[in-house]
């Protein structure tokens, strides 16, 4: 942190500062383009990280800095540095989120471009303890506008392949030249001919072609999972088709109880594996597009003979996007399949469950007349019973009338009784269940 970071009241008015406008400010330049000029020679490192390695590689940047006697980087003070750890040789040093990224710059005229002059120079036990797992090693070799141009057969001799990719790039000021292959050490090389680069452009330059490469191989980090995932994709797809189809026939309550359950298990094996890919895809669009972003800055021009840098990687590296990019989609309608599926098994068992609840309420209706008639009959039967309990009881006050002297013929009198009697029950249970009805159902 220099002086211009500390900004203080009095500096602006008095007014009070952001507190994230330092932060947002560096982040602008955080990766400044180095300052290098041909002859030069870069090896560049990129080292797959966890989240747990990455306080590893802070300290063990620190070693190498210790080793050169030079200032090592505040321990969780920053993801970028640079330091020179001699006259010849720098270091850069970046660490991003999946990865981190190791730059050595060695200045000086060379001979033969691509020789292990850095394994000589670095500690053989530090190159061996670099935290993470290696995905890709360049050997970067920039010759001054003094070298005599290359034929192509020397070119062929110098990457011992005759599968070169080449072009001119920044309108002509360079020619750059790769195979985009490893060899039997794990590098791949970039021959860069400087013709008329002036000022930063040969720092830019390096650090596209750096970018180019380190993003390339980020980009297409999960194509052998999404290759494949494809294949688990069709398995999956053959089984929901198989449970879609068997929608479609009669069921029963156990069969659909079972389809509900394989849907269920197939559900949850797709939202699995979406969350595993879908980071994956995600950072593999955004490194595709830095991808694109640095080829078009490199303002290519074709070379005769030799495919273009853009030319190559449409033909290679597209392909394998667009193959990830397919195998996301797929899985996204795989998904969608998936809730389709379940919402038509759950409408199938609406349906059902509308169907059994029409019946077993045509039943219960049906009950309830059946209840209602035998209230009926038990209702005429009680009017007769209690009729004849009450002219039974009339009848005992007719005698007793009888006795006391009082003209009446008990048998007469009974039998007369009992049409007035049974008519008078047969009122009041109507008019109690009038009653009741209207207290329970409201009025008609």
């Known amino acids: 942190m220099n002086e211009s970071d500390n900004f203080s009241a009095s500096s602006l008015w008095g007014l009070n500062i952001y507190p994230l406008r330092t932060a947002l400010d560096r982040e602008f330049h955080a990766r400044p383009y180095e300052n290098v000029q041909p002859p030069l020679r870069v090896m560049h490192l990129v080292m797959v990280t966890e989240p747990p390695q990455a306080e590893q590689t802070h300290e063990h940047v620190a070693r190498l800095c210790e080793h050169f006697g030079v200032a090592a980087p505040m321990p969780g003070d920053t993801a970028h540095f640079r330091t020179r750890c001699n006259e010849t040789l720098s270091l850069k040093w970046e660490r991003h989120q999946e990865f981190s990224t190791y730059t050595f710059f060695l200045s000086g005229v060379f001979v033969e471009p691509f020789s292990d002059i850095f394994e000589t120079l670095l500690p053989a036990a530090w190159l061996g303890s670099i935290p993470g797992d290696l995905l890709v090693a360049i050997r970067l070799a920039f010759e001054p506008a003094t070298t005599p141009a290359r034929t192509l057969a020397q070119l062929h001799e110098i990457f011992g392949t005759t599968h070169l990719v080449g072009a001119q790039v920044i309108s002509g ?129 074709r070379i005769e003979g030799l495919p273009p840098i853009h030319e190559f990687l449409e033909r290679r590296f597209a392909p394998a996007m667009r193959t990830i990019e397919a195998a996301h989609e797929r899985l996204e309608r795989l998904s969608q399949r998936v809730a389709r599926a379940a919402t038509l098994l759950r409408t199938t068992v609406d349906v059902a469950l509308a169907e059994q609840n029409s019946a077993r309420l045509a039943s219960m209706n049906q009950r309830v007349k059946l209840q209602l008639r035998l209230q009926e009959m038990v209702e005429g039967l009680s009017v007769v019973v209690i009729g004849y309990y009450l002219t039974s009881l009339l009848g005992y006050c007719y005698k007793a009338l009888a006795h006391m002297g009082v003209p009446i013929n008990v048998d007469i009198a009974i039998a007369a009784t009992i049409p007035f009697v049974l008519l008078g029950i047969g009122l009041t249970v109507r008019w109690r269940r009038k009653k009741l009805m209207a207290t329970h159902t409201g009025p008609a």
């Open 173 to 301: 000021n360079a020619s750059v030249y790769s195979d985009f292959l490893a060899d039997h050490n794990g590098f791949s090389h970039i021959l860069v001919q400087d013709h008329r680069l002036t000022g930063h452009q040969p720092g830019r330059l390096v650090q596209r072609l750096l970018d180019i490469e380190t993003y390339r191989a980020m980009a297409i980090l999960g194509f052998p999972r999404m290759r494949y995932l494809t294949q688990e994709l069709s398995r999956m797809e053959q089984h929901l088709s198989a449970l879609t189809a068997s929608l479609a026939q009669d069921s029963d309550p156990e069969h659909d109880k079972k389809i509900l359950q394989e849907l269920m298990r197939l559900a949850g094996e797709t939202e699995h594996i979406s969350a595993m890919a879908a980071y994956r895809s995600s950072a593999g669009r955004a490194y595709h597009a830095l991808v694109q972003h640095r080829l078009k800055e490199l303002r290519e021009t």
